[in-house]
């Protein structure tokens, strides 16, 4: 993979449902979101044909402000509530095919936000788990999942930096803001040969976004790229 500056911002709303829409509106919307598929991803470096199929398939403009879903399959990031963002649809699909899933695997993903990256990787997995700092963000984010249809994902307020010990082992963690470190608990809590993918700190100002595998319980990381994620929130101690 050629090494590029990624800029995109994720992180959290507290979005309202989205209201109903027609069937001409939701054909309208499939095509924006094949149209994605093919001009976002698959002309870039998203191969993984699973991945391919997910993006294909989850509802962004779902995951949106109703007064932006006609920009959704947009390349770029877009602004939900609590000041915070929905990254572009390149990055999720990015993360989630550094994940390397096949299919039965239980994930955790720390960051809920709108709920958009837990419910692709619902449409991949048999389970996940997914946790956000903000009780109001983590409400909202399991109203819309249980509107949508993903009885697959379980989502809990809490400090994402300890990780979901009750669950755990893991067979992949994904976190979806920038984190100052990697969490010591979040490599415990993966299973030997599973596959971590994060966003760290950097000397450089940005973050790196770090592919990791547990190897006889050491986390051996690699570097992807270079980005910017809003942080990752550590509760006060």
């Known amino acids: 993979m050629h090494r590029r ?31 994605m598929v093919e001009h976002q991803l698959k002309t870039r470096d998203i191969t993984d044909a699973r991945v391919l199929w997910a993006m294909g398939r989850v509802p962004r403009h779902r995951f949106v402000r109703p007064t932006l879903a006609g920009e959704a399959y947009a390349d770029r990031p877009l602004p939900i509530d609590e000041g915070q963002t929905i990254s572009q649809p390149y990055i999720v699909a990015l993360m989630t095919q550094l994940l390397e899933l096949r299919g039965p695997e239980r994930v955790l993903e720390v960051g809920t936000g709108s709920g958009y990256q837990a419910a692709v990787l619902a449409e991949l997995v048999k389970q996940v788990y997914t946790i956000e700092i903000l009780p109001g963000l983590a409400g909202s984010a399991r109203a819309r999942l ?3 249809g993903y009885t697959n994902v379980e989502v809990r307020a ?4 300890q990780g979901w010990p009750d669950q ?4 992949a963690i994904i976190v979806t803001a920038g984190a100052t470190h990697i969490p010591h608990p979040l490599v415990a809590q993966l299973k030997e040969g599973g ?16 592919q990791g595998r547990k ?23």
């Open 5 to 35: 500056f990624l800029f995109w911002i994720i992180g959290a709303g507290c979005l309202a449902l989205a209201p109903s829409s027609t069937a001409e509106d939701e054909a309208a919307f499939a095509r924006a979101r094949q149209q």
């Open 146 to 148: 249980k509107v949508l």
């Open 158 to 161: 809490g400090d994402g930096y």
């Open 168 to 171: 755990a082992p893991f067979d």
């Open 195 to 210: 596959r971590l993918v994060i966003p760290v700190d950097a000397a450089s100002g940005y973050q790196e976004l770090l």
């Open 215 to 237: 190897e006889h319980g050491r986390l051996v990381t690699r570097s992807v790229a270079p980005v910017r994620f809003v942080p990752l929130i550590e509760p006060k101690r």
